[in-house]
C-alpha cells in the first residue's frame, strides 16, 4: 500500500497559492515557475528537515512549520532571503502573528502535526 506523505501535498498547496497570487508575465507563466524537478527538489529538502526534528520535541511542530514558510519564502523570493539577517526575526513575527489568531494558532498546529506525522 503507498502512503501519501503529507509533506509534498502542503509543500505543491503553498507552491500553487504563491503561484497564484503572482502576477502573469507577458508570456503567461508565472514568474519563478517551478519546474517539476525544483519541485521534487523542494519536497525532498522539506522532508530531510523535518525528518531532522528531534521526535520528543516539545517545539516540533513550531520548528516543522517554519522549516515549510522557510522553503517557500525562499522559493518564492529567491534563496538570498536566506541571507538576510533581518529574514529570522520576520519569520518569528510571522509565527507570532499567526499564532495570535485562535483559529489560525489551530491550523498551524494541526499543520505542524501532520508535518511531523510525515517525518
Not at 87 to 107: E, G, I, K, P, W
Amino acid at each position: 500500500m503507498t502512503t501519501i506523505d503529507p509533506r509534498h501535498s502542503v509543500a505543491g498547496a503553498l507552491q500553487a497559492r504563491l503561484a497564484a497570487a503572482r502576477p502573469r508575465s507577458r508570456a503567461g507563466a508565472a514568474p519563478g515557475a517551478a519546474a517539476p524537478a525544483t519541485v521534487q527538489a523542494t519536497a525532498s529538502a522539506l522532508a530531510q528537515r523535518i525528518a531532522a526534528i528531534a521526535p520528543g520535541d516539545p517545539d516540533g511542530r513550531r520548528k516543522a512549520v517554519r522549516v515549510v514558510l522557510e522553503i517557500e519564502l525562499a522559493r518564492a523570493f529567491g534563496s538570498a532571503l536566506l541571507n538576510d539577517p533581518g529574514f529570522a526575526q520576520m519569520l518569528d513575527a510571522v509565527q507570532d502573528q499567526m499564532q495570535a489568531d485562535a483559529q489560525s494558532a489551530t491550523a498551524v498546529h494541526a499543520l505542524g502535526g501532520l508535518l511531523l506525522a510525515g517525518a
